[in-house]
């Protein structure tokens, strides 16, 4: 953190400190508005054009200005910006001017789970929208009232994420890229693969290996749990010896919870997902392939990690149709 700059978590929790974000129209950018605004921050923000998105703000009482522009800023004590929002912007070189602090999305959603008593963060080069998604299902199901935070529209949520009314549970969507996900602070960190990816960031497979590696060892030393894919050669060797409770899934019985009994009807996965001796559930997808039967074991294994019934694995799992853009049917 840059030197004289305050504290996000401190900004956040003055109903007296107004937020701008710049980019407020994004997915994960709207979704920290409405998120602040529950909490009682006063936000602000701009977007470049009009949409669903920031007609869904307005009608919550939160300004969108479209456009960007230095006089937008009125108002703000500080800014957060997306990570399409670089330092010649006009709003961010006006902050700057101003001395407005100046913080990044990644940084805000780290200060935000702070605030809960449980966050699971789930990271890997793919599958993280459809794991948070099958985990949220999960969680409504056992009426745990989460936070969500997803990087894709699920019809369960109406949207890319919902604002639980308890600080119990937050669920998000963890992206490597730029190391964003290394402002986090997760209690159950969630690797699903790790794969030569954004090599126009990283330099190499083993850059990216480092990178999920201090992920990891953001959650807490004492009682931080990491679920990782045993399938995964990188995954694990990205957390080999890592001074933390490691947790593997896969489809060996060798691993901590295994996908048993592994079938199909009309397609679809039926599996057991086990943990040793005993079923922790009994799935039916809706979603096909065998990527979809891991996406599934780690949100079952997260879920029964984080103390959830057997009930609502099983029903959670059952209701998930799948997200925008990914194996949506038309």
């Known amino acids: 953190m840059p030197t004289g700059r305050p504290a996000l978590t401190d900004l956040l929790h003055n109903p007296e400190k ?26 602000a923000g701009s977007d470049l054009h009009e949409s669903e998105t920031v007609e869904r703000l307005r009608r919550q009482g939160i300004a969108v200005a479209i456009g960007h522009r230095a006089e937008n800023l009125a108002g703000a004590d500080y800014v957060i910006r997306s990570a399409a ?14 001395g407005l602090p100046v913080y990044e999305r990644a940084e805000a959603w780290g200060a935000v789970m702070q605030g809960y008593r449980r966050a699971v ?7 993280k929208t459809t794991t948070t998604s099958m985990l949220a299902h999960i969680a409504m199901a056992a009426e745990a009232d989460p936070t969500v935070m997803l990087g894709g529209d699920l019809p369960l949520l109406s949207g890319g994420h919902r604002t639980g009314q308890t600080k119990d549970l937050i669920l998000l969507e963890a992206c490597e890229y730029c190391n964003s996900f290394l402002q986090f602070s997760p209690t159950l960190a969630v690797i699903l693969n790790v794969e030569a990816d954004h090599l126009d960031f990283f330099e190499n497979l083993e850059a990216i290996q480092r990178s999920f590696r201090a992920f990891a060892l953001r ?24 001074p933390r409770r490691v947790v593997t899934f896969g489809f060996s019985p060798q691993n901590d919870y295994y996908a048993a009994e592994v079938g199909s009807h009309r397609g679809l996965p039926l599996f057991a997902v086990k943990r040793g001796e005993r079923t922790v559930a009994r799935v ?8 979809n039967i891991l996406n599934a074991l ?20 059952a209701s998930y149709g799948g997200v925008k ?6």
């Open 284 to 291: 039916r997808l809706l979603v096909p392939g065998r990527h």
């Open 219 to 242: 959650t807490p030393e004492e009682t931080g749990r990491v679920l990782v894919n045993a399938e995964c050669e990188a995954a694990l060797e990205a957390v080999k010896d890592l």
């Open 18 to 43: 107004r937020a701008f974000l710049a980019g407020i129209g994004g997915v994960s950018m709207c979704s920290l508005a409405e998120t602040l605004a529950a909490g009682g921050c006063p936000v």
């Open 121 to 127: 963060c789930v990271a890997g080069t793919h599958g």
């Open 298 to 317: 780690a949100a079952a294994a997260a879920a029964d990690l984080e103390g959830l019934p057997r009930r609502s694995i099983e029903a959670g799992l």
């Open 85 to 98: 929002i670089h330092d010649d912007n006009p709003e961010i070189a006006a902050a700057r001017k101003a």
């Open 325 to 330: 853009r990914r194996f949506e049917f038309k």
